[in-house]
Each structure stands twice: as C-alpha cells, then as structure tokens.
C-alpha cells in the first residue's frame, strides 16, 4: 500500500521560500519518475517539477524554474522541494505523486494522469 505524505506548507510572504517534503512509504521508488504538482482555486492542477529517480534528472514547469529545487533522498524515500522568491501566483495546493520511471520526460512528466499515487496535498498560501 503506497501512501505519500507531504508536510511543509504554510504561510509566508512574497519574496520568501518554504520547503516541501514528501514521505514515501509501501513503494520502492528506485526507479521511478516523483513529481510536484499544484493546484490553485478554480484552476486546473499544473506540474511543477519531478524528478527521475534512477538518473537524478529533474524538470521544472516555467514560472518555477530558477526559484524551486526538486531533490530526493534516497536514504529516507523522501522527496523535497525548495521554494524560494515566492510569489503571490504561488499560491496553491501542493501535491506529490509517483509515476512508473518511463514518464519521467520532458514531454510526460507534466501530465497527471501518468500519475498512480498521490498524497493529499500541504496547503501553500503567499501574501
């Protein structure tokens, strides 16, 4: 039974970062695709990064890229993502999920339904 758990939200100000963390458990995800998603009120969930698991090669979505860092501990089957340079937009729901290691690419890994486990999101809120 694969439960994913993500911890780490909250509240900051614009300008500021958060990091997120997401516990694995039930899965051994050596090889596999991880990624962070979001979801803001009354807008489709959007991609924001993932990583593949097996080659450490990582993707982010635009509006992230040079602000977030997507990593991973092995060790405690953890998956992490540093926020900084927050911004208002950033506001959402984050969620992370696993997906088979074959959608880790740079036209798949943005797609949610490739995604079979999810965890039930930390709230991100940026004023």
């Known amino acids: 039974h694969v439960q994913l758990v993500e911890s780490g939200g909250g509240s900051v100000q614009a300008g500021g970062s958060l990091r997120l963390s997401c516990a694995a458990s039930g899965y051994t995800y050596s090889s596999s695709c991880m990624g962070w998603f979001r979801q803001a009120p009354g807008k489709e969930r959007e991609g924001v990064a993932a990583?593949?698991?097996?080659?450490?090669?990582?993707y982010y979505s635009d509006p992230v890229k040079g602000r977030f860092t997507i990593s991973q501990d092995d060790d405690k089957n953890e998956l992490y993502l540093q926020m900084d340079s927050l911004k208002p937009e950033d506001t959402a729901m984050y969620y992370c999920?696993?997906?088979?290691?074959?959608?880790?690419?740079?036209?798949?890994?943005?797609?949610?339904?490739?995604?079979?486990?999810w965890g039930q999101g930390t709230q991100v809120t940026v004023s």
């Open positions: 990583i593949s698991t097996g080659a450490d090669t990582t």
């Open positions: 999920a696993i997906a088979p290691w074959g959608y880790c690419s740079s036209r798949k890994w943005a797609i949610d339904s490739n995604y079979n486990h």
